[in-house]
């Protein structure tokens, strides 16, 4: 027995913030934020994550016609929670209403979503669990300073979310690994120690250096896609969709070019999107599932790259 993708949901605050809004708080232009990332604007939240992962999960249900009380667990990938407990899954499983369904929240930046439906395919195949809930929700604008033009422009708010269910085919081969060494490149400083011996100050925001960041994503993402695509005994051309992190469009252009992936195969959303850290890839995956895109027995790599630093990808059958 394998896990399949059962069906699909996505939600973005209604807010939009474009590159000529980004210019107003800090030195920059909508001509060199679109050449250089690819992006034009981005959605921001004024409710959290809770409330987007609600939206998200209610659409990928309603699509997957699977009900919450037939749910047997529900994980959330998140950094940016609204709470530091209860965690985001049972605060979105009392708002749901799927009584009594163990719940986690997991934490691996942008590639979470990948680790997280990687998690609930072992659950599923191990014979555990029938149907889970893999929820990737992200408040960036949380943790971004909106002062540092090298990152505030990056970044939005978003969730998606997928049902994973048993079945004879789905999810071919999953690769995940991390790099902790060069965690330092990029990475998000929570709650401070304070206490009656120490004040270290406030929490700290997101902090990346870019340039190191984009020599591993080069590097990294074209290898986790060989070993699905070795694994599974599966050749690039057979493919149909590379749905990958909406980081940057000339790391995927990159990667695109290492593995001879034609265009049409790789599609992109970071410029309305922005990057969305673990919830790009639901998002970008449920914006080609509705539109149709995607067909029934199609082959689908999902990769993704991020803090950590971490990568994954998985081989599926839709």
Same mark, same amino acid.
């Given at each position: 027995?394998?896990?399949?993708?059962?069906?699909t949901?996505?939600y973005?605050?209604?807010?939009?913030?474009?590159?000529?809004d980004?210019?107003?708080?800090?030195?920059?232009?909508?001509?060199?934020i679109?050449?250089?990332?690819?992006?034009?604007?981005?959605?921001? *939240?004024?409710?959290?994550?809770?409330h987007? /992962?609600?939206?998200?999960?209610?659409? =990928? #249900?309603?699509n997957? %016609? !699977?009900?919450?009380?037939e749910?047997?667990m529900i994980i959330?990938a998140?950094? *940016?929670?609204?709470?530091?407990?209860?965690? /985001?899954s049972?605060?979105?499983?009392? =708002? #749901?209403?799927?009584? %009594? !369904?163990?719940?986690?929240?997991?934490?691996?930046?942008?590639s979470?979503?990948?680790?997280?439906?990687?998690t609930?395919?072992?659950?599923?195949?191990?014979?555990?669990?029938k149907k889970i809930?893999?929820?990737?929700a992200e408040?960036?604008?949380?943790?971004?300073?909106?002062?540092d033009r090298?990152?505030?422009?990056l970044?939005?708010?978003?969730?998606?979310a997928?049902?994973?269910?048993?079945d004879e085919t789905g999810?071919?081969?999953?690769?995940m690994?991390?790099?902790?060494?060069?965690?330092?490149?990029?990475?998000?400083?929570?709650?401070?120690?304070?206490?009656?011996i120490?004040?270290?100050?406030?929490?700290?925001?997101?902090r990346?250096n870019?340039?190191?960041?984009?020599?591993?994503?080069?590097?990294?993402?074209?290898k986790t896609?060989?070993?699905?695509?070795?694994e599974?005994?599966?050749?690039?051309?057979?493919?149909d969709?590379?749905?990958?992190?909406?980081?940057?469009?000339?790391?995927?252009?990159?990667?695109?070019?290492?593995?001879?992936?034609?265009?049409?195969?790789?599609p992109?959303?970071?410029?309305?999107?922005?990057n969305?850290?673990?919830?790009?890839?639901?998002?970008?995956?449920d914006?080609?599932?509705?539109?149709?895109?995607?067909?029934?027995?199609?082959?689908?790599?999902l990769?993704a790259f991020?803090?950590?630093?971490?990568?994954a990808?998985?081989?599926?059958?839709?």
């Amino acid at each position: 027995m394998k896990a399949r993708i059962l069906g699909t949901g996505s939600y973005l605050p209604e807010h939009v913030l474009t590159n000529d809004d980004m210019a107003k708080l800090v030195e920059t232009s909508d001509e060199w934020i679109r050449e250089r990332t690819g992006i034009r604007e981005r959605h921001l *939240t004024d409710q959290g994550t809770l409330h987007m /992962a609600c939206e998200a999960s209610k659409r =990928a #249900l309603l699509n997957s %016609n !699977v009900t919450a009380d037939e749910l047997d667990m529900i994980i959330i990938a998140t950094f *940016t929670p609204d709470y530091l407990f209860p965690n /985001a899954s049972c605060q979105l499983q009392a =708002a #749901l209403g799927a009584p %009594n !369904v163990p719940c986690m929240d997991l934490s691996a930046a942008c590639s979470g979503f990948i680790y997280s439906i990687n998690t609930a395919a072992a659950y599923i195949q191990a014979g555990m669990y029938k149907k889970i809930l893999v929820v990737a929700a992200e408040t960036l604008s949380r943790v971004v300073d909106w002062e540092d033009r090298s990152t505030c422009i990056l970044f939005g708010d978003g969730a998606g979310a997928a049902v994973i269910g048993a079945d004879e085919t789905g999810i071919l081969a999953m690769d995940m690994g991390s790099d902790g060494v060069k965690g330092p490149v990029l990475y998000c400083e929570a709650w401070p120690i304070t206490n009656p011996i120490v004040n270290k100050g406030k929490a700290g925001k997101l902090r990346m250096n870019g340039q190191e960041v984009y020599k591993f994503a080069v590097r990294r993402l074209p290898k986790t896609i060989e070993t699905v695509l070795q694994e599974s005994g599966i050749s690039v051309d057979e493919v149909d969709h590379f749905i990958f992190h909406q980081a940057n469009r000339r790391i995927l252009q990159a990667a695109a070019k290492h593995l001879n992936i034609p265009a049409e195969k790789m599609p992109m959303n970071m410029d309305h999107c922005g990057n969305l850290s673990a919830a790009s890839i639901p998002v970008l995956l449920d914006e080609h599932n509705q539109s149709g895109k995607i067909k029934r027995g199609d082959k689908v790599v999902l990769a993704a790259f991020g803090g950590g630093l971490s990568w994954a990808s998985a081989l599926i059958i839709w």
